[in-house]
Nanobody
Framework: QVQLVESGGGLVQAGGSLRLSCAAS????????MGWFRQAPGNEREFVAT???????YYADSVKGRFTISRDNAKNTVYLQMNSLKPEDTAVYFC?????????????????????WGQGTQVTVSS
C-alpha cells in the first residue's frame, strides 16, 4: 500500500520557521517528482514547490526565496523548509508524488498530474 505521510506542521509566529517532512512508503519514489501543495479554507489547492527526480527544483513566486524543497531518496523522504513565514502561508500542506516524471520530463505544478497524496498537515502562522 502506497502512503505519503506529512509531519512537522504547527503554529508559528510570523517570521518564524517550520520544516515539513513527507515520508513515502509502499514503492520507490526516487524516479518521481515530489511536490508540496497547500490549501487554505475556501481556496483551491495551490502549488508550492516541486523537486524532480533529477533534483531540479521549482517554486511558486509567493514562496521563492523563503521556502526550500529537498529530498533524501535513501529515506524516501521529501522536506519543505519554510522560513520567514507569513500569515498568508496559513494552510493545510499536502505532499504529492508525480510518478511519470522521467517519462515526460516536464515540471508539473497542477495537482491533477500527481498520482499519490498525503493526508495533509496544518500550518498556522499568527501575526
Amino acid at each position: 500500500q502506497v502512503q505519503l505521510v506529512e509531519s512537522g506542521g504547527g503554529l508559528v509566529q510570523a517570521g518564524g520557521s517550520l520544516r515539513l517532512s513527507c515520508a513515502a512508503s509502499g514503492r520507490d519514489f526516487s524516479n518521481s517528482a515530489m511536490g508540496w501543495f497547500r490549501q487554505a479554507p475556501g481556496n483551491e489547492r495551490e502549488f508550492v514547490a516541486t523537486i524532480r527526480w533529477s533534483g531540479t527544483t521549482y517554486y511558486a513566486d509567493s514562496v521563492k526565496g523563503r521556502f526550500t524543497i529537498s529530498r533524501d531518496n535513501a529515506k524516501n523522504t521529501v522536506y519543505l523548509q519554510m522560513n520567514s513565514l507569513k500569515p498568508e502561508d496559513t494552510a493545510v500542506y499536502f505532499c504529492a508524488a508525480y510518478s511519470q516524471d522521467t517519462i515526460f520530463k516536464v515540471i508539473r505544478t497542477t495537482p491533477r498530474y500527481y498520482d499519490y497524496w498525503g493526508q495533509g498537515t496544518q500550518v498556522t502562522v499568527s501575526s
